[in-house]
């Protein structure tokens, strides 16, 4: 029985050496040893010395009890091998994949950093919100608040939003406020300088003469229709 044992397990152990070189030369997914398992990218192979079973038969008169063992023992210890680097690089347990949501979020905040600066940061808090709904609303910070800085109002604008059971939503929204508010408060201030700027112009403008008799002849007019208004004093000795 060891007679033939022997050559067997030398026939094994070259298999494994030979396995083991092809390994590193070639890609894992085009391996040859992909139909021992369903997973993709197997090509790890156990050793024989690295099985895990015990020797389950125990008929010794069956030489090739040792044999369907090891291969049976070889199978699953090269799919449990496989399983254990698929789910290393599975994409379930990778980073999760970005929403709409998130690049929406991203993009409002980028616009606020582009028109507004960074000088004065955002300042963002999750609270509790108020209102029907429950203990959702009740005992779940989903409500955002946010607080920026306008150099335009010399203040700083607060924004509250609850209008979405979602905190991500909320977020969105809130800086969609956040935003209209703050280009709001920067438009009302360069219409404010435009009309400074262009009563200064009036003022130092110099007038043409027909303005200058039109302007006159208005004072005169004003002048006597409050002439007509005033009273007449009468003399105490009359």
Not at 43 to 53: A, C, D, M, N, T
Not at 63 to 71: A, D, G, I, V, W
């Amino acid at each position: 029985m060891r007679a033939l044992l022997l050559p067997l397990l030398l026939h094994i152990l070259s298999v494994n050496l030979v396995a083991s070189l092809v390994r590193r030369q070639f890609h894992r997914d085009s391996t040859p040893w992909g139909f021992l398992c369903s997973v993709k990218g197997a090509y790890r192979l156990p050793s024989y010395h690295s099985i895990r079973y015990k020797h389950q038969d125990k008929d010794l008169g069956d030489p090739f009890s040792s044999l369907k063992t090891y291969l049976g023992v070889l199978k699953q210890e090269f799919c449990i091998a496989a399983h254990e680097e698929g789910a290393a690089v599975s994409p379930q347990n990778s980073l999760p994949e970005r929403s709409a949501e998130d690049d929406t979020l991203a993009q409002l905040r980028r616009e606020l950093r582009e028109r507004h600066g960074t000088e004065f940061p955002l300042r963002e808090h999750y609270i509790k919100g108020t209102g029907p709904g429950g203990q959702k609303v009740n005992k779940s910070a989903n409500c955002v608040q946010l607080i920026q800085f306008s150099a335009a109002l010399g203040t700083n604008v607060v924004v509250k939003c609850h209008m979405h059971r979602s905190l991500l939503d909320n977020r969105i929204e809130a800086t969609r406020i956040l935003l209209r508010k703050l280009d709001e408060a920067e438009e009302q201030q360069s219409r404010a300088l435009r009309r400074l700027a262009e009563k200064e112009k009036r003022r130092i403008l110099k007038l043409t003469p027909a303005e200058k008799a039109r302007k006159k002849f208005e004072k005169q007019l004003r002048a006597e229709k409050k002439a007509t208004r005033r009273r007449w004093k009468v003399d105490e000795d009359w």
